[in-house]
């Protein structure tokens, strides 16, 4: 059973009152489904506007599809009573691109990660400190952060601090929304580097949302395109992207290629891939 499920979603914005309907109303999502398995990595990639956003918002619960459904360990997540949304909302995280919006400014990083733990588990106060300690230690951060507050730290540590947030509660999956696309290359790096550190060491499975096909590349198993809000292509090898004939695809691999005119091939992890023309 995949981890994940949407199944022919169909999303519109806009007004619900039936004189408004004609003119405000606007189908963003079309008829898309794709799925995750336990463990892996996929990376749903499209230009600005295609969607992405909207289907992280569907699969986390925030937005409710006009048509369709959406699986989590296959439950239906618009379906479920409080008790079950509760149980997956602590199994289904989410990472934002603002790293500084996504967190309250008075609070300090161990009560920002401390907040999930509060909520969920009933800990004595010396054991929220060592499991705070622990999650700043493997995000990277020490226990001298614990009492800094987010104006202390650079973007990308902040972004460690949400990604700690994030596993406190041992999740099964993450939403990850152009997390690392605000940062400069040497954190985006290190981040990636995380969160394939994370999903390797505790099985976590990413759905990893970006107009970015390198770092998409780098982090994923499986690759998703969207274009205005349908899905064009999905690659249960990630390397098939680039066999692809559709025009969206081949304008997003040919923005990594065209960075290497002469070597028509990107590097990942160490190993080099040539794509198939
Ligand atoms: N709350 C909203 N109300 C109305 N329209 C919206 C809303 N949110 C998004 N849209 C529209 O839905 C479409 C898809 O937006 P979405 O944010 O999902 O795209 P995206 O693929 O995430 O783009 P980006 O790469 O720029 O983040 C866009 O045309 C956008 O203007
Ligand atoms: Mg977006």
Redesign the pocket.
Known sequence: MSLLEVKEVTHT??SSRWFWRSSRQ?T?LSNVSLSVEPGMCMGLL???????????RVILGLEKPQKGSVLFQGQDLYSMDSLTRKRIRKDLQVVFQDCYSSVNPRMTAEEIIGEPLENYERLSPAEQKRRVAQLLDMVGLNTGDMKKYPRQFSGGQLQRINIARAIALKPKMMVL??SVSSLDMVNQTHILDLLMKLKSEFGLSYLF?T?DIRAAYTISDTLAV?DQ?EMVGIYADKNQVFASHHPTVKKLVSSILSEHPRNRSISSGGSRVKPST
């Open positions: 914005y806009g606007t963003v499209g230009t600005s506007g295609a969607g992405k956003s909207t289907l992280g929304d152009e949302i107009h969207m809000g």
